[in-house]
């Protein structure tokens, strides 16, 4: 299984942006996608997840009502929509993907992919 994320950048505080993963190399539909964030001297923390086969979607407290994560089967794709950025959003986004649908442990995520910087300044 391969993933490439994209879609990082500078953004205001207040400010919108929108991640991409997109996945190959095996069937996706019996597995779970998720987004994992880490700053510096942080663990890597818990975005969100979302199930290939029915959507159903796992976000962290920290970002609920502001991060949307979402999926296109057809397009083998897995997004992350962050609204209202905040400077403490500031960190580089890893999508990474799962067996088990609502994990939310980095060593539940068997495969990840190389990461995309996101900067919120103030």
């Known amino acids: 299984v391969q993933l490439q994320a994209s879609g990082g950048g500078l953004v205001q505080a207040g400010g919108s942006l929108r991640l991409s993963c997109t996945t190959s190399?095996?069937?996706?539909?019996?597995?779970?996608w998720g987004w994992f964030r880490q700053s510096p001297g942080k663990e890597r923390e818990f975005v969100a997840s979302?199930?290939?086969?029915?959507?159903?979607?796992y976000v962290a407290d920290s970002v609920k009502g502001r991060f949307t994560i979402s999926r296109d089967n057809t397009k083998n794709t897995v997004y992350l929509q962050m609204n209202s950025l905040k400077p403490e959003d500031t960190a580089i986004y890893y999508c990474a993907s799962t067996n088990w649908a609502g994990a939310t442990k980095r060593n539940e995520y068997n495969y990840w992919g190389q990461g995309t910087q996101v900067t919120v300044s103030s």
């Open positions: 979302i199930t290939w086969r029915n959507g159903r979607t």
């Open positions: 190399g095996r069937t996706f539909g019996s597995y779970a």
